[in-house]
Each structure stands twice: as C-alpha cells, then as structure tokens.
C-alpha cells in the first residue's frame, strides 16, 4: 500500500509544476483537491510520528459519488489508492481510468455482486468488507479463472453490534475463524488475507472522549487472531471524522473521504 513517509512529497510537488497545463475550472478544483490532501498527509503523519518514529499509515482516498474527473486530478499527483463502495460505481470508473490505480472495494458487498467484482475489475487491490466464508469463496473462485493479480481481503468486523451494520460478529468468533482458515489453505488461490476492517459507530466517532470502544474492541481482535493463527493482520479504521483517533489507536490504513473531496453529492 502507498507508503505515505516515503512517496507523497516529490509527486505533489511535481503535480505543482505541471499545473498550468489544466484548465481554469479544473485548475482551481485540482488545486483545492490537492490541498486537501496535502493537509490531510501531513496530519496523519503528524500523528503516526507522534505514535512512534517508525510507524507508517496508509491513506485510501474513498471516492464515491465523487466523479472520475476529481479521482484523476488526484491520480495525477500521484495517488492510487481509491476506495468505493457500490460494485456498479466501481465498475463504471475504473473502465474510464488508468489500470495502475489500486482499487479497494469498501461498501458492503452481496453475494450476487462477488463475481461482477472479481471478473470486471482487473485492478482490484482489496476487499475491506468481508463477512462470509460463502462471499470469500465466491470470490476467489471468481477470481481463479482469470490470472488477475491476487486480492488483498480484510474482514470487516460489526465491532458497535448495531443490527443495520455489515461484518462478522466481535464476539461469536466461529465464523471469523473458519474464513481466516479458509483464506489461509492452499484451497484460497486468489485471496490474500491482509486485516481487519470497521467502521467506528457515529456517536462513539463524534464524541472527545480518549477512547473508541469500536477500534478499541478490533485491536484487541487482531492481537487475538494474530496469536492464535500466527498472523500479522493489518488495521482499517478511521474516517474523516475519527482517523486521528483510529491512528492513536492502532490503525494502519485510514479510509478518508469528505476530508478530500468535500461533502458527497447526492447519488
Ligand atoms: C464513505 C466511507 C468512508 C469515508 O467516509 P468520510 O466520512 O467521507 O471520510 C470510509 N469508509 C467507509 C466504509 C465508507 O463507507
């Protein structure tokens, strides 16, 4: 994943350069598009270095509703990671975009919808929202026939327990545990699993308090799982609201949107 420390800083200065080429409306949108990032890297930085000298957070710029226009204008100074969140949308953009963008897929995904994304998507990075073995399988499967590049998957996990939420229950860990087998046997041949992914109940998200109890219950997820199948998971938490928290607490790669884009239009 984009390693923030190391890439950002040569190509939004090179980006800077290159600027007079665009045209007007565009030039100030790429400009604002840009400055929101910019500002946004160097927060998480800011953050991650006050955690710990070493410590390095990816970034996933979540476009949805955003058009393809705003997602080149950021592919061309030099992000690749995008997130979106319906198949259909995904599907559309990355026909009209360059193939070196890496992909996460991050709304909540249907069985009916494994193949599409699987097969129409070459450049799919990740799946953050796994929450089956079934949907892991048809995946894979999906996958398999084509020689694409391997998919890195995170399971999302329902950490708040509020019904409306996609993810794998944090307490009833059966299920969690036959996918985590299944992704790691020689059966998966397509998937790779990569972490564990959730989305901070809104309140929980809003409030100043020091601790979310949502990333507070994924961490202590990981550190479990990892002991009990030797693994090293990764972390997915933390939106424009509460990625500073998530950070604080563990996150390696925050899914931020609005921070970048502005308010979502309408879909
Ligand atoms: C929309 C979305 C985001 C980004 O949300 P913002 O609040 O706009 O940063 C992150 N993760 C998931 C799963 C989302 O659906």
Redesign the pocket.
């Known amino acids: 994943m984009l390693n923030i420390n190391r890439l950002q800083r040569p190509l939004l200065t090179r980006a800077r350069m290159s600027m007079n080429e665009y045209p007007k409306g565009l030039k100030k949108r790429l400009t604002e598009l840009e400055q929101n990032y910019a500002q946004l890297v160097k927060s998480i930085e800011n953050e991650a270095a006050a955690c710990s000298p070493h410590r390095s957070v990816s970034l ?1 710029a ?1 476009s ?1 509703f955003h058009t393809s226009a705003d997602i080149l204008s950021l592919y061309n100074v030099g992000v690749r990671h995008f ?1 979106e ?1 319906y198949v259909q949308e995904l599907l559309e953009k990355s026909k009209e975009l360059p193939l070196d963008i890496k992909w996460h897929f ?2 909540g995904l249907q069985s009916g919808k494994c193949k599409d994304l699987a097969n129409n998507v070459s450049n799919l990075y990740s799946v ?2 796994i929450d089956s073995l079934k949907k892991c399988k048809k995946l894979d499967t999906a996958r398999q026939q084509l020689g694409y590049d391997k998919i890195s998957v995170l399971m999302q996990v329902n950490t708040s327990g509020e019904e409306q939420k996609w993810g794998f229950s944090a307490t009833q860990l059966d299920d969690l545990y036959e996918t985590i087998e299944y992704l790691k046997s020689p059966q998966c041949k397509s998937l790779e699993l990569s972490g564990l ?1 959730t ?1 901070g109940n809104f309140t929980e998200s809003m409030s100043p308090s020091s601790e979310n109890k949502d990333f507070t219950c994924l961490y202590n997820l990981k550190q479990h799982l990892d002991s009990k199948y030797d693994l090293k998971l990764k972390l997915s938490m933390g ?3 509460d ?1 500073l928290q998530a950070i604080r607490q563990g996150s390696d790669s925050v ?7 502005g308010t ?1 239009p309408p879909k």
């Open positions: 996933v979540v949805k997130g969140n991050i709304g953050e929202t992914m989305i939106m424009s609201n990625y899914r931020v949107g609005s921070k970048i884009f979502r």
